[in-house]
């Protein structure tokens, strides 16, 4: 069970993910004062402490603003608060995640980053995804949702080497 956090400055996107059987458990964008409080009370199957991958801010070298600092201290508050819950906490630059998803990190972004993720679920975006009416195992990700469940994937392929 991994737990799959793109943090954010205010909100932060979470998937719960059972790597095993491809299945996505829980897929939320929460603020991140709620954050902790309601991945808690989740009942989460198979009774073993999940482990909590937070996508870590990369130095690309660039000047930054008050947000990425923010986000960083949010980071911070995430990892204290589920250490305290007993769970394992991991930190995954996006780097990682990138070269692990894509074999590349130059010319990756977020919507590369998506397509790695939808080609690990079927052969197109249609399979992967899905419709209303014929609904994928990807059906209903969305915005940052896609790079929390990247941070997870990227994570247990890495474990599985």
């Excluded at 993910?17 to 009370?41: F, G, P, T």
């Excluded at 999940?50 to 870590?56: A, C, D, G, L, M």
Aim: glycine fraction near 8%; proline fraction near 4%; charge should be negative.
């Amino acid at each position: 069970m991994i737990i799959g956090i793109d943090p954010g400055a205010e909100k932060s996107a979470v998937v719960i993910y059972q790597h095993d059987y491809k299945q996505i458990l829980h897929a939320m964008i929460l603020s991140n004062a709620e954050l902790v409080r309601e991945i808690a009370s989740i009942d989460l199957p198979y009774h073993t402490a999940p482990t909590v991958v937070i996508e870590w801010i990369n130095n690309m070298g660039l000047p930054v603003g008050n947000s990425v600092f923010e986000t960083c201290r949010q980071i911070g508050r995430m990892e204290a608060a589920f250490i305290r819950e007993g769970w394992r906490v991991e930190l995954l630059s996006r780097n990682a995640i990138r070269m692990q998803l894509c074999g590349r990190t130059a010319g990756v972004n977020d919507a590369v980053i998506a397509q790695a993720v939808i080609n690990r679920f079927g052969e197109d975006r249609q399979q992967a995804v899905g419709t209303k009416k014929n609904p994928g195992p990807l059906y209903g990700i969305k915005r940052d949702l896609w790079q929390a469940l990247a941070v997870a994937i990227a994570w247990a392929e890495e474990e599985e080497k």
